[in-house]
T-cell receptor
Framework: AQSVTQLDSQVPVFEEAPVELRCNYS??????LFWYVQYPNQGLQLLLK??????LVKGINGFEAEFNKSQTSFHLRKPSVHISDTAEYFC????????????FGQGTRLTINP | ETGVTQSPTHLIKTRGQQVTLRCSSQ?????VSWYQQALGQGPQFIFQ???????GRGNFPPRFSGLQFPNYSSELNVNALELDDSALYLC?????????????????FGPGTRLTVL
């Protein structure tokens, strides 16, 4: 079975500051990795995903994430945040075999202060 | 291109009742997945349907059941509602055309149905 741990439940940062949201996963088989964002009263939107190849993945809205197999991590970063980035962020994994059944972490609430 | 839609937006039921939630897939998608998101938690996988057949199930009891129709829309049915069933229920569609179901597909989520059980 797979599991995902998001190490911070809340992250407050100032506008235009850099941010890192941490994600560690556990799996006995190879996985694909995803970051989703959830704005208030909305569904989830895919930010980026790691399938294979380069371990640095670039996504939408200026976000990027780095896959580290030895540390089983997939941390999300943005060099300069905006007020509009205030949202809940979810890391997720799925096994490479078969259909996609996402296993999510508990989420990190990112709050941007002016 | 129409996105994933869900109905109703909100629903209030009492313990023991039954509920049906509906989801319309994004155009061209043949796979629908359902997730339960309790307050303050990440979504949990309930089950997935691919071309009208169940294609995997999470750790949910049989009183959670589903259907997928020929137009790839879907229903989630929950019988004998319990207080702990109160949650946001999310539907996600993926896959396209004749492509086989695959774990690399992007899942596109609807806005969810907020179910409250009293």
């Amino acid at each position: 079975a797979q599991s995902v741990t998001q190490l911070d439940s809340q992250v407050p940062v100032f506008e235009e500051a850099p941010v890192e949201l941490r994600c560690n996963y556990s799996s006995s088989v190879s996985v694909y990795l995803f970051w989703y964002v959830q704005y208030p009263n909305q569904g989830l939107q895919l930010l980026l995903k790691y399938l294979s190849g380069s371990t640095l993945v670039k996504g939408i809205n200026g976000f990027e994430a780095e896959f580290n197999k030895s540390q089983t991590s997939f941390h999300l970063r943005k060099p300069s945040v905006h007020i509009s980035d205030t949202a809940e962020y979810f890391c997720a994994v799925t096994t490479r075999a078969g259909a996609q059944k996402l296993v999510f972490g508990q989420g990190t609430r990112l709050t941007i202060n002016p | 291109e129409t996105g994933v839609t869900q109905s109703p937006t909100h629903l209030i039921k009492t313990r023991g009742q039954q509920v049906t939630l509906r989801c319309s897939s994004q155009s061209g998608h043949n796979t629908v997945s359902w997730y339960q998101q309790a307050l303050g938690q990440g979504p949990q996988f309930i089950f997935q349907y691919y071309r009208e057949e169940e294609n995997g199930r999470g750790n949910f009891p049989p009183r959670f059941s589903g259907l997928q129709f020929p137009n790839y829309s879907s229903e989630l049915n929950v019988n004998a509602l319990e207080l702990d069933d109160s949650a946001l229920y999310l539907c996600a569609s993926s896959g396209g055309g004749g492509a086989a179901k695959t774990s690399t597909d992007t899942q596109y989520f609807g806005p969810g149905t907020r179910l409250t059980v009293l």
